[in-house]
Structure formats: structure tokens, C-alpha cells
């Protein structure tokens, strides 16, 4: 299993938009961190940033951490793409025919980032059944 530092995940980010930008040859997983980057216009700033690989990205600065966030749409979409947990394809689909596939991605990655970091407190394996519970509420509004 591959389990890249901070410093590793920001450079694959950096160094896929370097290449996407001067229209070089990217990898599969490549093309896939591209198009999140493209819908992130906000982010693409840090990206051309040689500093932004130590930057701290700090919440009580109110500082979204933008390589978290894209690794995060990255895990999501691989949820997705493979139905794990199951359930989770047919409730993405659900919500993205209700407010589109970016914007239901937003959705999972709040009920993510809830879910682990429960896990993380009550040390115990992420509850899955929770996850999709918070996705499938959204569904029903």
C-alpha cells in the first residue's frame, strides 16, 4: 500500500498542474488530480507556489488546506469508482442528479471528514453505515 508524506502528495499536485499547464504527457492519475484542479481555480495559485509545499495550511486562520482537500476528492471519486463502502456509487449518483458531481463530492467529503474524524476519537475503524447515512440525507432535501 502506498502511503506518501505531505511533501510527496504536494508534489504530485504541483508537479501534475506544472505539466497539465505546459501541455506535457500525464499520467491516469495524473488527468484525474488535473481535472480537480481545473474546478479549484482558487487553489491554482498555491499549485505555482514553490513555497506552498511547507506552507501550513491552518483552520483557525480559516486556511482551506488545498491538497487535502483535491487528495481528498481523489478518494472519493476512487470510493466511487469501486463501490466501497457499497453504496456509496448509487447514493453519489442519487445526489448528483439532484446538484451535480462536484458539488455532491463537497457532500461526501464533509460526511468523510466527520466519520474519520469520530473514528480518530473514539479509536475505533470508520463506521461506514454512518458515512452513507450522512450522504443519504442529502438526497432527501
Do not use: C
Not at 37 to 46: I, L, S, V
Not at 81 to 92: E, K, L, V, Y
Not at 108 to 123: F, K, T, Y
Amino acid at each position: 500500500m502506498f502511503n506518501p508524506s505531505r511533501e510527496q502528495v504536494r508534489q504530485f499536485f504541483t508537479d501534475a498542474w506544472a505539466r497539465h499547464k505546459s501541455g506535457g504527457v500525464l499520467t491516469p492519475l495524473e488527468t484525474i488530480a488535473a481535472r480537480i484542479m481545473e474546478q479549484h481555480p482558487e487553489y491554482q495559485a498555491d499549485l505555482e507556489d514553490p513555497q506552498a509545499e511547507h506552507r501550513d495550511y491552518s483552520v483557525e486562520e480559516g486556511k482551506t488546506n488545498p491538497f487535502l482537500h483535491m487528495s481528498m476528492h481523489m478518494a472519493i471519486q476512487e470510493q466511487v469508482s469501486i463501490d466501497h463502502p457499497p453504496g456509496i456509487r448509487a447514493a453519489h449518483e442519487k445526489l448528483s442528479a439532484r446538484i451535480g458531481p462536484h458539488e455532491t463530492e463537497h457532500v461526501i467529503m464533509e460526511a468523510l471528514g466527520q466519520v474519520i474524524w469520530e473514528a480518530q476519537r473514539l479509536g475505533a475503524p470508520p463506521d461506514n453505515d454512518k458515512y452513507l447515512d450522512l450522504i443519504l440525507r442529502h438526497t432527501t432535501r
